[in-house]
């Protein structure tokens, strides 16, 4: 027996060494023995039992669910429920050219290629060797030249599951990948989806701006006449003149607004710029869709499902860190053709074979791996509160989502009323111009209150598409 780099280490091509092989098997034993306690659960269906325990679902949820009882379940291409084949194109291009998309689908081939890695770790090795030598090894012998060419193979025994813990590992983690890419398809169509509303939206005001600016000129001029003939004061052109400025700011601002999201569309599409848009207004009016238990939620997102294989990986390297405590077996095995000759003879090839089997343990290392185990569980440790966290944050979308569409469907109610009364009052703001009981500023005033109402309900509408959309993507399971 030596001891060589802090481990008990033994190498035999016979049987002799059985009683050494034993001891050592003993002592690895000892130290398995000697691991440090851990907190974390044995199993990752026990840290998800845990993680699940450790959270709550919302309150309202069940009331949330009898209301939208009738609603359709989420489908995988949810997008294209809201009838706009314009939407549906743009969600096709994101989903094919997004650079994000590239990159995260880049990082999953890494983590695939990763677990091939580990699986390859458990396998026998078989090397080519070859070597040359000439001269002498001492000044006794005779100078000579040496040539060996062979193959050396060699095999760890994954006796206490070790490469397999490692595999485990690395599966996970390209499962953990693949949740990601669906994770981030399904942000990617919502994004999408949001900035394409917002920009109907947008369109939409920017045309209600430049009316009602046009209108606020009218009101200018007229006040500026009234004026001029003694019948309104400075004030009251000052005033109107401060409303054009601010109508023709607010413009500037809708436009700077609509040119920004333009942008980020394009960036969202993987495209240097964003292709031009209809903006039609003829999609239907969005629905609340079905709602999902909060256990099927937790299982259908592919967020929390990042988080759970994230979880499993941590465990399994828990499991490599505290295997690197038990002995280790190797079997190795050599063949070569040996020449050795003195140099300018002749010499008949000697073939040579060997067959051992190596065990090696750790006896001194200076805590290292007792650290790294401390280092590895506390990672897992992590892992299992951005699971949990990653629950919480599901759950939160839906109560989220569902108090925004609640308020935005109210709101738009109460908007839409405001924009009929205000319709009203301006056809009879009209009749009585026409009638000479009015004259033309009092027209102009309600016809203004009208296009704010207009301009209110254009974003309470904008309101109900987005909350719409963040529904689905509560509720979305993989695109």
């Known amino acids: 027996m030596t001891t060589k780099n802090s481990s008990a280490r033994i190498f035999s091509c016979s049987g002799r060494s059985t009683g050494g092989l034993a001891l050592i098997i003993a002592l690895g034993l000892t130290g398995c023995a000697s691991a440090p306690d851990s907190s974390l659960p044995a199993t990752p269906a026990a840290a998800s039992n845990a993680a699940l325990a450790a959270v709550q679902p919302p309150s309202q949820w069940s009331a949330a669910q009898a209301a939208a009882a009738d609603a359709q379940p989420v489908a995988a291409q949810w997008w294209r429920d809201f009838g706009s084949a314009e939407l549906d194109g743009l969600v096709d291009t994101a989903l094919v050219a997004n650079r994000d998309l590239q990159a995260i689908a880049a990082r999953m081939a890494q983590a695939r290629a990763l677990v091939d890695g580990a699986a390859a770790e458990r396998r026998p090795r078989v090397d080519a060797t070859a070597s040359v030598q000439r001269g002498r090894n001492s000044s006794d012998d005779p100078r000579a030249e040496r040539s060996v060419a062979g193959l050396r193979a060699g095999w760890e025994v994954d006796v206490f599951g070790r490469g397999a813990a490692a595999v485990d590992a690395a599966g996970a983690d390209a499962r953990s990948a693949e949740e990601t890419l669906a994770a981030a398809r399904i942000a990617l169509a919502a994004d999408v989806a ?69 942008r980020q569309l394009a960036l969202l599409l993987g495209v240097s710029r964003a292709p031009t848009l209809m903006l039609a207004d003829g999609t239907a009016a969005p629905q609340p869709p079905a709602l999902l238990l ?42 070569a053709r040996e020449r050795l000759a003195a140099i300018g003879g002749s010499a008949t090839p000697v073939t040579l074979t060997g067959l051992g089997v190596s065990l090696s343990m750790p006896l001194l290392d200076g805590g290292r791996i007792r650290a790294n185990i401390a280092v590895q569980e506390a990672r897992a440790r992590e892992a299992m509160a951005d699971y949990e966290k990653a629950m919480l944050a599901a759950l939160a979308d839906v109560e989220v989502g569902l108090t925004q569409w609640t308020a935005a469907e109210t709101a738009l109610a109460r908007w839409q009323q405001a924009r009929n009364a205000s319709a009203t009052a301006t056809s009879r703001a009209e009749r009585l111009y026409e009638a000479g009981m009015v004259d033309v500023s009092a027209v102009l005033d309600v016809r203004r209150g009208e296009l704010r109402a207009q301009d209110m309900t254009s974003q309470a509408e904008g309101a109900r598409w987005a909350s719409a959309v963040a529904l689905r993507r509560a509720f979305a399971g993989p695109v």
């Open 294 to 335: 909060p256990g099927a939620l937790l299982e259908q997102r592919p967020d929390v499902r990042r988080q759970a294989r994230a979880l499993d990986g941590a465990l399994a390297r828990v499991g490599v860190a505290r295997r690197d405590l038990y002995p280790r077996v190797q079997i190795e095995w050599s063949g």
């Open 194 to 262: 949001t900035a394409y509303f917002e920009l109907r939206t947008l369109h939409r005001r920017i045309l209600l701006a430049a009316e009602s600016a046009q209108l606020a000129e009218l009101q200018l001029n007229v006040a500026q006449r009234k004026f001029d003939a003694g019948q309104a004061t400075a004030l009251d052109v000052e005033r109107w003149r401060a409303e054009v400025a601010q109508e023709r700011a607010l413009a500037v601002e809708l436009d700077g607004s609509l040119r920004v999201r333009n």
